[in-house]
């Protein structure tokens, strides 16, 4: 951080009234300026970066915590190991797939449920806290409510729920679905979609009323339509917002864990990642493994974290540039 | 400053028949509309109204099919969750819990703050490479590095130990915790800061008496987020703790393997847990807003 190579283009003119960044070469008051980050940046770098090292040197040992005398240096075997590994591939396309799925439903939904609040109606404020209960619970405790009091085929809500409707048409055999069973993957992504959406909702409603009401009105009096407005008007304003909603619930969603180990314990090919790494060193006790796939982790994040980062940093700039 | 009233009100217009067709269809369209919304609203909390429902009934009524609505109440779920029916008390998890989610915050805090300031008030060089190198920690995947942190955690005696989620929790956070900040900071109008300064105020006073008045809402802000990430973590407590330091979570899951599963007691012990959490969530709606987006929505 201390010296500076040549400005990048990029980079944001510092705003009017800030003071210039100083030049280095005034040592003491350089450094001064700098103390107050120093904390917080070592203690990020050493709990955080340094476990990664560490990874990455154990993934090239043949290390089996059952048989701690065998440990030997290997190269890079374990990767190769991973990389044909049946179980880690699939669980990658997994994780990709339980991602997009729930963000991708999770904005839509949000989208729309924020266009509903957008208005005023009576009971505005109830029905907004209403819909961010399932986003307050704690996550663990949301998978549980699904798996045991909704998913379940004897006792679940939608399964009694199905009795009910039946007995009221006088059937007394109706179907009981085994839900986590039947459709795993789907379970633990409507669980996840449920938790996520009124997250999406919380940001783009906050879009929404940023935007400037009186071009709407102006707009719908020259006699466009709903969709023409919602379609030139709200969606490119929305775009920051929904990219920001996107990213974030990216960043959360592909690290999940909570949701796969509880609802479905990683079986019925919903493991995930972070299930496959958690299970690979803590129930196989395969170090070397589980970090060799840990370091292929973090390489695909940091390809995505790039592109993320990317979209993050222009929202940024209009932001500094606004101001 | 910057917080947004959610329920802005648009400006209401009066006499109806002065209106355009055009908006007056608009406004007919949007009671039924509103209803829609009531209905999805409901939808959406359904869950968790069965779940506090459920957690008030017997374990016989818990258990039916087709679900007994209107079952007697009972707090015997309750009472077996705390213990009375001689299973582990959840007292030392949810204090464990408490203890790592408010020291965490406040290390978090200290840490946070002065750095947050030397990314918008005394800018250093290159502000913006630190702030992203923060947010680019918080992508990385936790998973990949928990394997050397337990074996470091093993061979120090800091396994089963709160301060070590203490640290965990505070790297977790760290780095919203300085977006948040850094963009409530930059929110300060300059001139404030310097009219001090001219009257010859010392950085202290500054710092106390201009800049942290404007910020506290913010830093409140920021203190929310922390502290519900804390308190809702669940993979490194698992892996980290075991009897003397389980947070309230993980408690949760060991709880349903010890005692098989009662579908009341289960509940019941879910809506303890997330009490907290509701709570100060449903009391700072719009705080939360801002936190979740890193201060970029205000």
Aim: aromatic share 10%; hydrophobic share 55%; net charge positive.
């Amino acid at each position: 951080m201390s010296t500076p190579t040549a400005v990048r283009t990029e980079r944001p003119a510092p705003r009017s009234g800030r003071p210039a960044p100083r030049r280095p070469g005034r040592g003491a008051r350089a450094w001064a300026t700098r103390a107050p980050l120093l904390p917080a940046l070592v203690f990020l770098i050493a709990v955080t970066q340094l476990p990664f090292v560490a990874t990455l040197v154990i993934s090239l040992f043949d290390w089996n915590s059952l048989r701690p005398d065998d440990r030997s240096f290997t190269g890079l075997d374990n990767y190769s190991q991973v990389a044909s590994d049946e179980g880690l591939r699939e669980s990658v396309v997994t994780t990709a797939v339980l991602t997009a799925a729930v963000v991708l439903v999770s904005v839509v939904l949000g989208l729309l449920i924020a266009l509903l609040l957008d208005r005023t109606f009576p009971g505005r404020g109830v029905v907004r806290t209403l819909l961010i209960a399932p986003f307050l619970l704690v996550p663990v405790a949301a998978a549980l409510l699904w798996k045991h009091a909704l998913y379940n085929p004897e006792y679940g809500l939608f399964n009694g729920a199905l009795t009910w409707v039946a007995e009221l048409f006088g059937d007394d055999t109706p179907p009981q679905p085994d839900w986590v069973s039947d459709m795993p993957l789907i379970a633990v992504e409507a669980a996840l979609i449920w938790q996520w959406t009124p997250f999406m909702m919380l940001i783009l409603l906050a879009g929404l009323q940023s935007r400037p009401t009186e071009m709407v009105e102006a707009a719908r009096l020259d006699g466009a339509t709903s969709f023409q407005i919602f379609r030139y008007l709200t969606l490119p304003h929305l775009r920051r917002y929904l990219e920001l909603g996107v990213l974030l619930g990216s960043v959360y969603i592909v690290q999940n864990f909570d949701a796969v180990f509880t609802i479905t314990s990683g079986g019925l090919g919903t493991a995930n990642l972070p299930y496959t790494i958690y299970q690979t060193f803590y129930q196989a006790h395969e170090y070397g493994l589980a970090s060799a796939a840990g370091v292929l982790v973090v390489i695909g994040s940091i390809v995505i974290a790039t592109f993320a980062l990317r979209v993050v940093s222009s929202l940024f700039r209009e932001e500094v540039s606004r101001a | 400053m910057t917080t947004t009233v959610a329920t802005a009100e648009k400006p209401a217009r009066t006499g109806r028949a002065a209106l355009p067709p055009a908006l007056r269809k608009a406004r007919r369209r949007s009671a039924g509309l509103g209803l829609l919304a009531w209905l999805v609203g409901i939808a959406f909390f359904l869950p968790v109204a069965w779940m506090v429902l459920t957690s008030l009934h017997a374990e016989t009524d818990a258990a039916a099919n087709p679900p007994a609505v209107a079952a007697s109440l009972t707090l015997d779920g309750y009472r077996t969750f705390f213990g009375s029916g001689g299973g582990p008390s959840p007292w030392p998890a949810l204090l464990n819990s408490l203890m790592a989610s408010v020291f965490s915050t406040v290390l978090v805090l200290a840490l946070a703050l002065p750095a947050a300031y030397a990314l918008s008030i005394r800018r250093v060089q290159r502000w913006t490479d630190v702030l992203f190198f923060f947010l680019s920690t918080k992508m990385l995947p936790v998973v990949a590095g928990l394997l050397p942190i337990y074996l470091f955690a093993k061979n120090t005696g800091m396994l089963d130990n709160i301060w070590l989620l203490v640290l965990l929790y505070t790297s977790m956070n760290l780095p919203i915790a300085v977006w948040m900040l850094q963009s409530f900071l930059a929110d300060i109008p300059v001139s404030i800061v310097e009219a001090a300064q001219i009257d010859g105020a010392k950085l202290t006073t500054v710092l106390t008496r201009v800049i942290a008045p404007v910020a506290g809402p913010g830093i409140a802000a920021t203190s929310l987020i922390c502290f519900i990430f804390s308190w809702n973590e669940m993979l490194f407590a698992r892996v980290l703790t075991g009897v003397t330091a389980e947070t309230a979570p993980v408690f949760l899951t060991r709880f349903i393997t010890s005692q098989g599963l009662f579908l009341a007691q289960v509940c019941a012990a879910s809506v303890v847990i997330s009490l907290p959490v509701l709570a100060a969530g449903f009391a700072a709606q719009d705080k939360l807003v801002q936190g979740l987006s890193l201060g970029a929505v205000k």
